[in-house]
């Protein structure tokens, strides 16, 4: 009697197990996506990270669950695209303009055309992108696009003109080296981390980079002063693994579709806001002092880059692109925006 019972009481419980297994897989069967990023945590790439994290969990009803990376800590950033590509990340945010060449249509977004925003800038970026499914994406799912706000002179010393430019050394990155030196001043290519103790120690006297930076990094403090010239933008890219998406459910499919251009109007609206804010803390701060270009500089500014985009007309048309067509979209979608947000 007593093996009966033990018996009865095994069967009891191995049913018990095999009930109770599937609703703790069930419980346990959100779908984890990795994301990896560059910039540090605090920084607007990562920003715009994290909400979009949070809004793809609530939408999903806790279905899918983003684990991010912020700082290079699961991939660098010139290897985040490959590194998505390849499984290493499923999710990856870089920035264009680090690997020049590569990304031929998006590089007419980082060229000289007086972007006054990064909500524009985005849009604008996100609709050439979608309207010509350039190849260079082909291997990845798009989530979506955006930029930096417009990049402008920090410097140690008052820039009230470009004659005040001339000779000055100024950290630099991507397209700006270029920039820098067509505008009269020296270009010098350093990490953004060396920045503060090269301005210290005179090796540079400012930089070129979008202006949260004056609170994020605390550069109010190695740069009392901001000149205004609208310089160009910086593209990013937020790609899926193409395995990955294809692997999704339908339903999450969608939600994340939907949400591709919404979060290009979220990250530009956010980092304008975030520039205010930063200039407003760096002035209370720091008595940080901002200028702007009187109107003949501004005009010789246009003149003295416009070459750069004459050039890139004529390398991207050699590869095949319509690449005048592709610059007037870019203009065209730039004055579109810029009359809808004014």
């Known amino acids: 009697m007593n093996a009966i019972k033990a018996l009865c009481a095994g069967v009891t419980l191995v049913l018990g197990m095999m009930l109770s297994a599937p609703s703790a897989a069930r419980a346990d069967a959100a779908i984890r996506l990795t994301y990896a990023n560059f910039p540090p945590a605090a920084t607007f790439p990562c920003v715009q990270m994290e909400h979009w994290a949070k809004e793809v969990e609530k939408r999903t009803g806790g279905k899918v669950k983003v684990q991010t990376f912020p700082g290079g800590t699961l991939l660098a950033a010139k290897n985040i695209l490959d590194g998505v590509i390849s499984g290493l990340a499923d999710i990856g945010n870089f920035a264009m303009s ?23 800038a985005s849009l604008t970026l996100y609709d050439l992108i979608e309207k010509y499914q350039p190849k260079e994406f082909e291997k990845v799912k ?57 301005i ?56 994340l579709d939907d949400m591709r251009r919404e979060q290009a109007l979220w990250t530009g609206s956010y980092v304008d806001a975030h520039v205010t804010e930063a200039l407003d803390w760096s002035r209370k701060n720091y008595n940080h002092q901002v200028f702007t270009l ?47 947000y004014k």
Do not use: H
């Open 98 to 120: 680090y690997q020049p060449g590569r990304f031929p249509v998006s590089e007419a977004v980082d060229l000289p055309l007086g972007f006054t925003s990064a909500k524009v």
């Open 142 to 198: 798009i989530l979506t696009l955006f930029t930096c706000p417009p990049t402008n002179f920090m410097t140690k010393a008052p820039v009230r003109s470009l004659a005040d430019l001339k000779g000055m050394e100024l950290r630099v990155a991507g397209t700006s080296a270029e920039v820098v030196k067509r505008l009269g001043g020296v270009p010098v290519a350093m990490p953004q981390s060396e920045t503060p103790e090269a």
């Open 200 to 255: 210290q120690k005179g090796v540079v006297k400012g930089m070129v980079s979008s202006m949260e930076i004056l609170q994020d990094f605390k550069f109010a403090a190695y740069t009392p002063y901001a000149t205004i010239a609208n310089l160009p933008v910086v593209t990013f890219a937020v790609v899926m693994n193409r395995e990955k998406w294809d692997s999704l459910p339908a339903d999450v499919r969608r939600v």
């Open 294 to 340: 009187p109107a003949t500089d501004a005009e010789a500014v246009r003149n003295r880059l416009k070459p750069m985009v004459d050039e890139y007309v004529k390398r991207v048309a050699a590869l095949g692109l319509p690449a005048e067509q592709i610059v007037a979209d870019a203009l065209a979608l730039k004055k579109k925006y810029e009359q809808q």
